[in-house]
């Protein structure tokens, strides 16, 4: 039983500077999924042409691999900060675009660094907060997150109606580049990470990183099932964010409105939903809670592309909204508490940025192509059930992490892990 969730003074002092770059994370990366068929409209593009573009873009998420894991080498608060200031940018940038291509490139360039940002900000995370509470506290990151999204169902009917279009989102996407720059100092350098830098110091630990560390003995099992796992969770995580604005719009004709009704509502209840998942991740263990907030992600998901009257497609995307994001808990609490901080960061960009990501550049192609034949609806519903994989894996080869201590990898203790393989 988990106690109750309450942060220290250093905890308080980095909450803000986390909580502003996981906002606008989330609110960057969710613009181009939600704000598709108008960004189509604009540019004349056609929907097997977005599905390109969405892949293109994804292809910076594993362009993140070399960003994300120099923070085993040159910290977690450099890598996490200049990967906010660096996203931000790149969307102002993309406010202005004048052609599809330079649209299609600024996203490339920002999507390395919102993953950056959200890779690293978990890591600080976990590297910063105790067994007990540390599903609370990624569930409230990534809650965050979703509030980033919220901003965006708000602001659509607004902007529609105000004559405006999609490119106000971007510019408000840039955004946390001050704040964040002025709240700067409020964020410490982990102490695992301050641990390891005396360690090697010392001479107690080698004073470079090993680059394929997560390959190598006793590590490699994990590195092999994180990855198919990010892989097939990401399936459903794109999947269900990338067509769901689409589908409503080209295939059930639902208006701005009540696409925005669609992504208030998803996220409100979301929130919920998130941060019930974060503290379930702590009650009753990680592989347990993976269960659940797998099942019944997937399920909600394939309804949701299924079935065609708006009431029933709004009350399974509001379940799968808040079960599909928390999919992220629980791959990146397993990541991070699988492996010691001398390849923490490296392993997080191997599993995730490199392998893990396939699965969000693939699923656009996948859908798109399929979509020909199948249907929109359809397709995307077999994409979104692939997920069923990741929760088999997790359940038969990883162990319950959900009472390991972070820290630097000291044999007896990691050893003591694996046997419960």
Same mark, same amino acid.
Request: proline share 4%.
């Given at each position: 039983?988990?106690?109750?969730?309450?942060?220290?003074?250093?905890?308080?002092?980095?909450?803000?500077?986390?909580?502003? +770059?996981?906002? $606008?994370?989330?609110?960057?990366?969710?613009?181009? !999924?939600?704000?598709?068929? &108008? @960004?189509?409209?604009?540019?004349?593009?056609?929907?097997?042409?977005?599905?390109?573009?969405?892949?293109?873009?994804?292809?910076?998420?594993?362009?993140?691999?070399?960003?994300?894991?120099?923070?085993?080498?040159?910290?977690?608060?450099?890598?996490?900060?200049?990967?906010?200031?660096?996203?931000?940018?790149?969307?102002?940038?993309?406010?202005?675009?004048?052609?599809?291509?330079?649209?299609? +490139?600024?996203? $490339?360039?920002?999507?390395?660094?919102?993953?950056? !940002?959200?890779?690293?900000? &978990? @890591?600080?995370?976990?590297?910063?907060?105790?067994?007990?509470h540390r599903g609370s506290a990624v569930g409230r990151f990534q809650l965050t997150a979703v509030f980033g999204a919220l901003l965006i169902g708000i602001l659509l009917p607004i902007i529609t109606k105000l004559g405006l279009n999609w490119r106000v989102l971007y510019i408000i996407g840039a955004f946390p580049l001050i704040p964040v720059f002025l709240l700067r100092r409020r964020l410490p350098e982990s102490e695992a990470f301050v641990q390891l830098q005396a360690e090697k110091r010392l001479g107690n630990r080698p004073p470079k990183e090993d680059f394929f560390g997560p390959w190598k003995k006793p590590f490699v099992l994990y590195t092999v099932a994180m990855s198919v796992v990010w892989a097939f969770l990401y399936f459903g995580i794109k999947g269900t964010l990338n067509f769901f604005s689409l589908r409503a719009v080209n295939e059930l004709n639902w208006t701005p409105t009540m696409v925005s009704i669609g992504l208030l509502t998803q996220t409100l209840t979301g929130i919920l939903v998130i941060a019930l998942n974060g503290k379930l991740m702590d009650r009753i263990g990680r592989k347990r809670a993976a269960a659940i907030i797998i099942s019944i992600g997937c399920v909600s998901s394939v309804l949701m592309f299924t079935l065609h009257s708006f009431y029933a497609v709004l009350f399974c995307s509001i379940i799968a909204a808040g079960f599909v994001n928390s999919f992220l808990?629980?791959?990146?609490?397993?990541?991070?508490?699988?492996?010691?901080?001398?390849?923490?960061?490296?392993?997080?960009?191997?599993?995730?940025?490199?392998?893990?990501?396939?699965?969000?550049?693939?699923?656009?192609?996948?859908?798109?192509?399929?979509?020909?034949?199948?249907?929109?609806?359809?397709?995307?519903?077999?994409?979104?059930?692939?997920?069923?994989?990741?929760?088999?894996?997790?359940?038969?080869?990883?162990?319950?992490?959900?009472?390991?201590r972070i820290g630097i990898d000291k044999s007896p203790d990691h050893q003591a892990v694996t046997k419960n393989i």
């Open positions: 039983m988990s106690t109750k969730f309450i942060m220290n003074s250093r905890q308080k002092a980095m909450w803000p500077i986390i909580v502003l +770059g996981a906002f $606008f994370e989330g609110f960057d990366d969710t613009v181009m !999924s939600i704000a598709l068929p &108008y @960004i189509m409209k604009d540019y004349g593009v056609t929907t097997q042409m977005s599905g390109y573009a969405l892949s293109i873009v994804a292809l910076g998420t594993m362009a993140a691999f070399f960003v994300s894991r120099m923070a085993d080498t040159v910290g977690r608060r450099h890598v996490f900060l200049t990967s906010v200031y660096m996203y931000s940018i790149s969307s102002l940038l993309t406010a202005f675009a004048p052609y599809f291509e330079v649209f299609i +490139g600024l996203q $490339f360039i920002a999507r390395i660094f919102l993953i950056s !940002s959200w890779s690293v900000g &978990y @890591i600080i995370l976990c590297e910063e907060f105790s067994p007990e808990i629980v791959g990146s609490t397993l990541t991070n508490e699988l492996f010691p901080t001398e390849i923490r960061a490296n392993a997080m960009a191997w599993t995730n940025n490199i392998v893990g990501r396939i699965g969000q550049i693939v699923v656009p192609l996948v859908v798109t192509t399929l979509a020909l034949t199948l249907g929109l609806g359809n397709a995307a519903a077999l994409a979104v059930s692939l997920p069923l994989i990741s929760l088999f894996l997790i359940l038969i080869f990883l162990p319950e992490t959900g009472r390991k």
